[in-house]
């Protein structure tokens, strides 16, 4: 496609033959060469400070979706959709403090952005609005995604908000009951693959232009475009002014892809004017993306993964090459740690009385390690996300039946066995 007159709104390009094709083009891939599509929209007409205005004022409006974490950025997220978009609404989530937290991680200055407060309880419910949104601007019949529980949730949820079949595949017995249930709650069809997480994202790449299944996992350029608002509603918060690190769990890298490009759009555009540094946190059971960083992003890396933190549990991410440009554009780092430090990180989130999946809090884990090696000043401002809610992965929490035991005392119904656990418990 050529663009032979004024440019419109928003189109699509190729990230690597430069191919472009129009907003509305069905295609989930470039159509030529295959590679991954990134959303480019005309700058914005209104100059930053104005923008920060007009998005301060919707904060307060009535709750619709103009007062959505998502699409409160409409103008940056997608400005030329005019329907009515498919919104729960989400976002507005918290940016919260807790010394405990802070100290244990050797930063004084953290937030935890906590994605978990989003409806179906993961940062996904903000790529889903605006990707169910598209779906329904070109028409599609179905949607459809593999998913290591949490997309598949919010995929469930927002098709049937919007009345569409969604069908799922997740990698057989490796799914949180908790994301299973929500995602059949739903409505929608689940389908158990007898592989990884990687296997189901091959497969249903491979199969849904065929099977008229509108892709929705986060290859798809227009999920990206919703969750730069978890960049935008944080600078939000800060009043615009930018934390020096940003650290977050990565895993398919999406969320890497759509932090980097909110950054560098909402500098080019006026809202901020310089970027922090970003750092990636994977389990090291499930850390291609560190192994890759540490040669210098020489050569793409697949591992087979393993870890506690399922819903990262991905050894070939697709959004590899969108997110090697972001750690180079914002001098960022990525590093693996242990399932033991994520289960620390956990235990001290859980403590301080805020709740996260075991994935969410590779970030904390990763700082506290940065922190501690000198790569992360511990003077600086910095804001590490929690993606997911706590309940979105319980086994965890309980250790299993023998853990549950000893966690959940069963005691008789008089108040003598009542005085006596108290006091056994208070005693330690
Ligand atoms: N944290 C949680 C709670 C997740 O569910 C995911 C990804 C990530 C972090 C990693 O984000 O893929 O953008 O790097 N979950 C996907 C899913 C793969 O299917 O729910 P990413």
Not at 397 to 413: D, F, N
């Amino acid at each position: 496609m050529s663009f032979t007159t004024v440019r419109p709104a928003s189109w699509q390009v190729c990230l690597t033959c430069g191919s472009e094709l129009l907003e509305t083009d069905p295609a989930v891939r470039c159509t030529g060469c295959g590679g991954l599509l990134e959303v480019r929209h005309r700058p914005p007409e209104l100059p930053g400070a104005v923008l920060r205005t007009l998005f301060q004022t919707r904060c307060c409006t009535r709750p619709d979706t103009t007062h959505s974490g998502v699409w409160r950025f409409r103008e940056l997220v997608l400005p030329g959709a005019t329907d009515e978009p498919v919104s729960h609404p989400e976002g507005n989530t918290p940016l919260l403090y807790r010394e405990s937290v802070a100290r244990w991680a050797g930063v004084p200055d953290l937030f935890l952005k906590h994605e978990g407060h989003n409806p179906t309880g993961s940062f996904k419910d903000r790529g889903m609005t605006v990707g169910i949104t598209q779906a329904r601007r070109i028409g599609a019949q179905a949607v459809a995604c593999a998913s290591t529980g949490n997309t598949s949730a919010s995929l469930a949820a927002y098709a049937a908000q919007a009345g569409l079949p969604a069908f799922v595949l997740v990698p057989a017995g490796k799914v949180s009951m908790g994301k299973l249930a929500q995602t059949v709650g739903y409505g929608a069809r689940v389908l158990a693959v007898k592989g990884d997480f990687d296997a189901c994202l091959r497969l249903i790449e491979a199969s849904s232009a065929e099977l008229g299944l509108y892709l929705l996992n986060s290859v798809n350029p227009f999920r990206l475009e919703g969750q730069k608002t978890i960049i935008l509603e944080l600078l939000q918060q800060l009043g615009w002014e930018v934390p020096d690190w940003i650290v977050l769990p990565g895993g398919n890298l999406g969320n890497t892809s759509a932090f980097g490009k909110a950054l560098e759009e909402a500098k080019a555009w006026g809202l901020i004017d310089r970027l922090p540094r970003l750092a990636v946190i994977q389990a090291a059971g499930a850390a291609p993306f560190a192994a890759g960083f540490e040669q210098g992003f020489r050569e793409r890396v697949r591992v087979d993964a393993e870890t506690v933190a399922s819903a990262i549990r991905i050894g070939n991410p697709a959004s590899w090459d969108r997110a090697v440009r972001v750690i180079q554009a914002t001098d960022g780092v990525v590093l693996a740690v242990s399932d033991e430090e994520i289960l620390a990180a956990k235990g001290e989130v859980d403590r301080a009385g805020i709740g996260c999946e075991p994935a969410s809090a590779a970030s904390v884990a990763g700082l506290r390690r940065l922190a501690a090696e000198g790569r992360i000043d511990p003077h600086a401002r910095v804001v590490a996300i929690l993606t997911g809610h706590m309940l979105k992965d319980t086994d965890r929490l309980l250790g299993g039946p023998a853990g549950r035991k000893k966690a959940v005392r069963e005691i008789e119904p008089t108040a003598a066995a009542l005085a006596r656990a108290i006091k056994r418990d208070r005693a330690g």
